[in-house]
């Protein structure tokens, strides 16, 4: 295994792309069955179809990585499997007891993996990254979290608090996992690393993540 | 309430096409939804991502009830709130145990559904007949279902009894139900009722019902 500073061949960088766009489509994956379940579970018929519609553009998501992983002459199915673990190992100790905990799941944790993502993109070819950031562009859902959260912690202050735990916990698992995923997956460890610069960089990366979430923790009205 | 003989006016046959589409509008939904659902358990990647394609295209045909029921001057919502009652009992009390009772639901008692739907719909106006036959199209499901379910009981025949006797409970939770449509809404009991011309219609129609749906379980391999 190479040092995660050595210089990167043409190939590595091609693996780490792989890499991004093989969890992104898994997650993306993940990201509409979730949705889909909160429908399931949706108070009413209105939150049901909004949601249901979300659903549908992650899972429109999904289908551009594929058939992107597939024109470069990627078996989709390959790419995404390294991630299966890592993120179902995530949902499953992440799974919301409740509504609420499912709209702060999806807007907290969506959107510090979404950052993170980005990140990740800057570091790569301007075909990855435009697609990149096509497939993460809001499908209303954040707007949609905030909305019925704020309202719930209006309706019941005493709510706030476990909210607030509960974000804890997803960005803590989340690091869990990501930390798993640097680990097995060299290539992507090694661009973060070396696209960074060093070590203090990637300190400063996970300063800005943690920074946005802060921001996103505020405007839930949540303590971060 | 009117005897389901008498002559019906031209409200009453509106009344009941706004209840086929809210039905069929809310059955769509739930057809999302469950699909949606058996993508997260499926077994493999390749599986989730069909049903998944199969789920957003229920949800399109959702998106089209709602847009003529919107269209004709209907809230949507209120159109299918009186179904939500008789759906979701159906699919409480037949939540399938495994992934191939999900799929003997789905091929057998959506089919048994689409038929029915099918049959309410040659009694109502142009309009309305060619839009139900549109959303009722297969999105794939039923072809997915049979290979899927064959190739299992090859594996296994003896999982054959156990698939006839869920079906067979699948048609009876299902009549139930729609027995308690027929008594609840009044404009599409009649329209049945007097489409069919009598009551011995009425029983033509469900034999017509249950000839096709020997003939599906036939094609899974099972005894009906």
């Known amino acids: 295994m190479a040092e995660w500073t050595d210089p990167m061949s043409e190939a590595d960088r091609k693996q780490a792309s792989v890499d991004l766009l093989g969890l992104l489509a898994y997650a993306e994956l993940t990201a509409f069955e979730r949705l889909a379940v909160d429908a399931s579970l949706a108070p009413n018929l209105v939150d049901k179809a909004a949601l249901g519609a979300m659903a549908v553009a992650e899972f429109g998501h999904y289908e551009v990585l594929h058939e992107r992983l597939a024109s470069i002459g990627v078996e989709p199915t390959a790419a995404m499997t390294p991630f299966v673990g890592p993120l179902d190992a995530f949902h499953d100790s992440t799974t919301p007891a409740d509504w609420l905990e499912s709209l702060v799941k999806a807007y907290v944790g969506d959107g510090f993996a979404a950052d993170f993502y980005r990140e990740v993109a800057e570091l790569m070819d301007e075909a990855t990254r435009s697609l990149v950031g096509d497939v993460l562009d809001?499908?209303?859902?954040?707007?949609?979290?905030?909305?019925?959260?704020?309202?719930?912690?209006?309706?019941?202050?005493?709510?706030?608090?476990?909210?607030?735990?509960?974000?804890?916990?997803?960005?803590?698992?989340?690091?869990?996992?990501?930390?798993?995923?640097?680990?097995?997956?060299d290539s992507l460890a090694r661009l973060i690393v070396?696209?960074?610069?060093?070590?203090?960089?990637v300190g400063e990366l996970l300063a800005r993540l943690t920074h946005r979430h802060g921001e996103r923790m505020e405007v839930l009205g949540l303590h971060a």
Chains 1, 2 share one sequence.
């Open 138 to 185: 809001d499908t209303g859902h954040a707007e949609f979290a905030v909305a019925h959260v704020r309202s719930a912690i209006e309706a019941d202050p005493a709510v706030a608090g476990r909210l607030a735990l509960w974000a804890r916990r997803l960005v803590g698992e989340a690091l869990v996992q990501a930390q798993r995923v640097a680990v097995d997956r």
């Open 194 to 201: 070396g696209g960074a610069g060093d070590l203090t960089a």
